[in-house]
């Protein structure tokens, strides 16, 4: 037991914890976007059927099926004319088409970001290029895209470089590579190098589709985790970016990381003889939850927070 611990509950803590609030930290402009219109729709139609749900946040998810929202397995099972959310992941085209075909009325919350790289892959399958997918192939933002292709291109997902070395060389062939938004860009990096490596004549229409909300908590992430005793990853367990930020607080050297839907999942025997602790967020989890979180820690532990980014690092 530490010296400066004090027994709470049958647990020690440390008396005076401080607590780094990373930024930025609640919804990106993506999942913004697709709550603010799933929010609308129910005011507007009440239920909506969804294939998939519209962010990757089992709370938000919650809020929405006592509004009456459906999730089904296919297009398919929806009745003709009904109301359809498309998810902020994005489908694939022919998914639109079939919702059309059915007179149904189509919402598409699909994030700006994602839709842009989708009408990249449309347009160079559309060039008879073949496509390389960086990303978990069953993630629903890959298998989208994936149905972007058309019909008589090939289409490869791989998630690492071991993968990368079973692909074909492709001579002769053009190929042309897409990364998942969601994916610890630095490991992007290395799978990119020797996706180069492999297939020299590799393109790409940008040097990774990683988006910045993404990016920007990862590297705050890998800056303070190895001078953290905890990192606390506020979101839920399928959310990829969540899952990503609990991996790379670990690689990073933090001495426990733990992933969280809410304060509702906190088990407090973490905090045990923890001095420094930095809290982060999910793209997908609101500021309430986060705000929620951080004034039950000062309230019950007496914890200290101080706001931290990259931009207010003096060390750069």
Not at 145 to 173: H, M, Q, R, W, Y
Not at 235 to 245: D, E, I, K, T, V
Not at 255 to 264: E, F, H, R
Not at 288 to 308: H, P, R, S
Request: charge should be negative.
């Amino acid at each position: 037991m530490c010296t400066e611990c004090i027994k709470v509950r049958g647990n020690y803590f440390h008396m005076s914890i401080k607590c780094y609030i990373l930024s930025p930290h609640g919804f990106c402009s993506g999942v913004k976007r697709a709550v603010s219109m799933a929010e609308q729709v129910c005011k507007l139609y009440g239920g909506f059927y969804i294939i998939e749900d519209v962010i990757h946040n089992r709370m938000f998810m919650n809020d929405l099926w006592k509004c009456g929202v459906i999730k089904v397995a296919s297009i398919d099972e929806i009745p003709d004319g009904a109301v359809v959310m498309f998810s902020s992941h994005g489908v694939a085209p022919r998914v639109i088409a079939k919702a059309e075909e059915k007179g149904l009325t189509i919402i598409d919350g699909t994030c700006p970001v994602i839709k842009a790289v989708q009408c990249d892959a449309i347009k160079e399958t559309s060039l008879g290029k073949t496509l390389i997918i960086i990303g978990d192939r069953a993630h629903a933002e890959v298998v989208a895209l994936i149905g972007c292709a058309d019909k008589s291109s090939n289409v490869f997902v791989v998630s690492n470089e071991t993968e990368v070395e079973l692909l074909p060389d492709f001579n002769g062939i053009a190929v042309t590579y897409f990364t998942q938004t969601t994916l610890d860009w630095a490991h992007v990096q290395t799978i990119i190098e020797r996706l180069k490596e492999k297939i020299p004549h590799v393109k790409s229409l940008s040097p990774d589709n990683v988006c910045r909300a993404t990016r920007e908590r990862q590297d705050v992430v890998r800056k303070v985790a190895g001078t953290m005793d905890l990192v606390v990853v506020i979101g839920s367990a399928h959310s990829s970016n969540a899952r990503r930020l609990h991996e790379i607080a670990l690689s990073s050297g933090a001495g426990n990381a733990i992933l969280v839907d809410s304060k509702n999942e906190f088990d407090s025997s973490v905090l045990d003889c923890v001095e420094t602790m930095a809290i982060t967020s999910s793209a997908s989890t609101s500021e309430a939850v986060i705000q929620e979180f951080i004034e039950y820690l000062t309230a019950t532990f007496g914890v200290v927070t101080e706001d931290f980014s990259l931009s207010n690092d003096d060390d750069g």
